[in-house]
Nanobody, 124 residues
């Protein structure tokens, strides 16, 4: 089983900064991509940023220039540095990982897992 643990959500002042972290563990053969999504009250979950194993990144237009996604392939972790936070950034942030799980002996399977969510609150 592959599991994710998120941390870093907090209450922050408008214009402030916050860093979210996500660690993947379990029977992981490879990770193809990691990303962050968020869901505000009454809204659908939306993509914030993704990063592939090769380092290619993709950001939502609303966070470009303010957020930075990074990963450590050796540790199976992904971070989201959030700067210049706005009220519209208030949401529960979820880590997402896609890859391959298993072993040579037991076989391999693709997987997609989600973190438990961490709350980011922006106040003025």
């Amino acid at each position: 089983q592959v599991q994710l643990v998120e941390s870093g959500g907090d209450l922050v002042q408008l214009g402030g900064s916050l860093r979210l972290s996500c660690a993947a563990s379990g029977s992981i053969f490879s990770i193809n991509a990691m990303g962050w999504y968020r869901q505000a009250p009454g809204k659908q979950r939306e993509l914030v940023a993704t990063i592939t194993s090769g380092g290619s990144t993709n950001y939502a237009d609303s966070v470009k220039g303010r957020f930075t996604i990074s990963r450590d392939n050796a540790k199976n972790t992904v971070d989201l540095q959030m700067n210049s936070l706005k009220p519209e950034d208030m949401a529960v942030y979820y880590c997402n990982v896609v890859g391959v799980t298993g072993t040579r002996l037991g076989g391999y399977r693709s997987f997609e897992v989600w973190g438990q969510g961490t709350l980011v609150t922006v106040s003025s």
